[in-house]
């Protein structure tokens, strides 16, 4: 079977390997000249297999009205006029309810475990080093009505097996020293010992070299990809001004699946949430991270990556939802610059430059995998900020569901339309 799977990032590549290893022959397709370009290249490294929590809850629901009228807030929606994003919005407010809020975490919950049990394959079997590591995850609170929500969520999930400590303020310094938040503003947090780091990037190098190293899988990079329909049937894409023909197409464009979609004849509910991000150095060893942290307030995140010249921390923050914009705004560039040096000890100057990327955002928070509405069109996309977490397991339910094997997960909680 030749099967295209249409991008390059860390869900796309992870598509192109379980495929691969069903014994498939596999096209990789991509606008950007070399993998992981996207939402991928700078994201916030942490394999957040147990913080599942979706971004539409009632918690979310109580601070609409600074995320609409405050230009500082950390997360910030600017008002679109189309149809589009007036129908997202409206199924995000749906979203909001603690039934949803449910339903999505125990369906996120199932995806994750499948993924960390199938990225241990993809690690052993590929032979990669993308400085992965347990580091262990902690959520520090600011906000007392957020630190509140987060502990009914921890109770929550503590029914559905994930193992999760909640802290007040002290125990979160001592747990994490690296810390530099002054006790009374932390009211709590939420310590989960189990979670994963790792580089995106440096996977999807790896990933793709051993996958150009198959005689059955080839790379089409550098030119815009667009359908070819026929009797309304995906047969081709297009792609730097050549056909390329396959069985089946598997959709793994990030933010610009919706694009595509459109195309094709119908529309994905995806918003892009941009995010920035920064790649500091520690001052010195003082200033070096234990675990994984999330200021859940500011939302910002610190991944401590151990490279082979010493430590770097990841430091990724900022939703917004303004469209597919990629432009560096530098005063949300240094919202994540500013919300860093009040929590860290880090080098500001290691990186003068930062990082912006778009996530594609669904109204629940779940990605879709599954048979879109064109026939040869598999879905594989929406994953938001849980991306590099939910790869390796959405591309493996993407594979079952193409091959007609029995999911390891329900697939209707990610369908198309669910």
């Known amino acids: 079977m030749r099967v295209c799977v249409l991008g390059a990032g860390v869900v796309g590549l992870a598509t192109a390997w379980a495929l691969s290893e069903a014994g498939c022959e596999v096209i990789v397709a991509d606008a950007a000249t070399t993998v992981g370009q996207g939402a991928s290249a700078g994201n916030g490294a942490q394999l957040s297999y147990n913080f599942v929590a979706p971004f539409a809850s009632p918690d979310t629901l109580r601070h609409l009205p600074a995320l609409l009228f405050d230009k500082a807030a950390p997360v910030r929606i600017k008002p679109q006029f189309n149809l589009d994003f007036l129908r997202w919005n409206l199924a995000f407010l749906l979203a909001c309810t603690s039934r949803k809020e449910r339903e999505t975490t125990v369906a996120q919950l199932a995806l994750a475990a499948l993924s960390r049990a199938e990225l241990d394959i993809v690690e052993k079997t590929a032979d990669l080093n993308f400085c992965r590591r347990v580091a262990g995850k902690l959520v520090v609170y600011r906000d007392s009505d957020s630190f509140a929500a987060a502990r009914r969520q921890a109770e929550a999930q ?19 020293p690296g810390l530099r938040i002054a006790p009374g503003l932390l009211r709590g947090g939420v310590y989960t010992p189990s979670e994963e780091l790792g580089d995106s990037a440096a996977f999807c190098d790896g990933i793709a070299a051993r996958l150009a190293q198959r005689n059955s899988v080839s790379f089409m990079m550098g030119g815009r990809v667009a359908p070819v329909l026929r009797d309304g049937n995906l047969v081709a894409v297009r792609a730097n001004g050549t056909e390329i023909e396959a069985d089946h197409f598997v959709l793994c464009l990030g933010s610009g699946s919706a694009r595509f979609a459109r195309a094709c004849g119908f529309r994905l509910p995806i918003q892009p949430m941009k995010g920035y991000s920064f790649t500091f150095r520690p001052r010195d060893r003082s200033g070096e991270l234990r675990h994984s942290v999330t200021d859940a307030d500011r939302k910002i995140v610190f991944a401590p990556l151990d490279r082979p ?86 591309a493996r339910l993407a594979v079952q569901l193409l091959l007609g094997q029995e999911p390891s997960v329900p697939p209707a909680a990610f369908a198309f339309g669910r």
Do not use: K, Y
């Open 309 to 394: 010249d010493g430590q770097v921390i990841r430091a990724a923050g900022i939703a917004d939802l303004v469209g597919e914009d990629h432009r560096i705004h530098p005063n949300r560039l240094e919202a994540v610059r500013r919300g860093t040096a009040d929590a860290l000890d880090v080098d500001l100057d290691s990186d003068p430059t930062g990082w912006t990327g778009l996530r594609p955002a669904t109204p629940d928070s779940r990605p879709i995998v599954g048979a879109s509405p064109v026939p040869g069109l598999l879905l594989n996309t929406g994953h938001g900020a849980l991306g590099w977490t939910l790869a390796c397991g959405s």
């Open 158 to 176: 503590r029914g559905l097996g994930a193992e999760q400590m909640v802290l007040d303020g002290p125990e979160c310094l001592r747990r994490e």
